[in-house]
């Protein structure tokens, strides 16, 4: 049971916006820099939003990121085949002193 | 170009000690302006932080695995190291190293985030 919520599927078309959502408290996601990570099995994990809302650079502007509360948010415009992969929230948590992930996004694209 | 590449052996026995090795190119691992850490999934599941190191060798471990874990530097041979000890079946996971970047101002560990990461490697755990 992974401390941080996510739903365990997405799915979408070309073209179409796909959300996926990652749920935590008052002592991770409210209060801590929330990172999303894009991953392919058998692939290092990869980077795509940092600190809520910023992207590294190469990582098209169609990927972004927010937070409201004690949940955040990736979404992704324009959706592309190569887009389907594993997404993962990652944020500190303060009560448990460590960092926490969700337990990723299987994301389809249809 | 920046990579990091876990090794180390793939089949480890109860209760015997997990030992992996991560060896970090591109970068210097003493620079002053990361941190090292093992991330690791079990099948099924979600990714877990077991810990972190700083090029002095100070370190951060998850609470949960605090009890059994080691992991330490080598500045020489630009690798950090991860030992897990006394494991059981649940240790059985895909491993990877990471590096611990800084995408603003970073004043505390927990400021930091993981901005690259090795393709990981399967350990599992046999009785």
């Known amino acids: 049971q992974s401390v941080l919520t996510q739903p365990p599927s997405a799915s979408g078309t070309p073209g179409q916006r796909v959300t996926i959502s990652c749920s935590g408290s008052s002592s991770n996601i409210e209060t801590s820099y929330v990172h999303w990570y894009q991953h392919l099995p058998g692939t290092a994990p990869k980077l795509l939003i940092y600190?809520?809302?910023q992207r590294p650079s190469g990582v098209p502007d169609r990927f972004s990121g927010s937070r409201s509360g004690t949940s955040a948010s990736l979404t992704i415009s324009g959706l592309r085949s190569e887009d389907e992969a594993d997404y993962h929230c990652a944020a500190w948590d303060d009560s448990l002193s460590a960092w926490v992930f969700g337990g990723g996004t299987k994301l389809t694209v249809l | 170009q920046m990579h990091l590449q876990e090794s180390g052996p793939g089949l480890v026995k109860s209760p015997e000690t997990l030992s992996l090795t991560c060896t970090v190119s591109?970068?210097?691992?003493?620079?002053?302006?990361?941190?090292w850490g093992w991330i690791r999934q079990p099948p099924g599941k979600g990714l877990e932080w077991i810990g972190s190191?700083?090029?002095?060798?100070?370190?951060y471990y998850n609470p949960s695995l605090k009890s059994r874990v080691t992991i330490s530097v080598d500045t020489s041979k630009n690798q950090f190291s991860l030992k897990l000890k006394s494991v059981t079946a649940t240790d059985t996971a895909v491993y990877y190293c990471?590096?611990?970047?800084?995408?603003?101002?970073?004043?505390?560990?927990?400021?930091?985030?993981?901005?690259?990461w090795g393709q990981g490697t399967q350990v599992t755990v046999s009785s």
């Open positions: 600190r809520i809302n």
């Open positions: 591109g970068d210097a691992i003493s620079s002053t302006n990361y941190y």
């Open positions: 990471a590096r611990h970047g800084c995408g603003g101002d970073c004043y505390h560990f927990w400021d930091y985030d993981f901005d690259f």
């Open positions: 190191v700083y090029y002095t060798g100070s370190t």
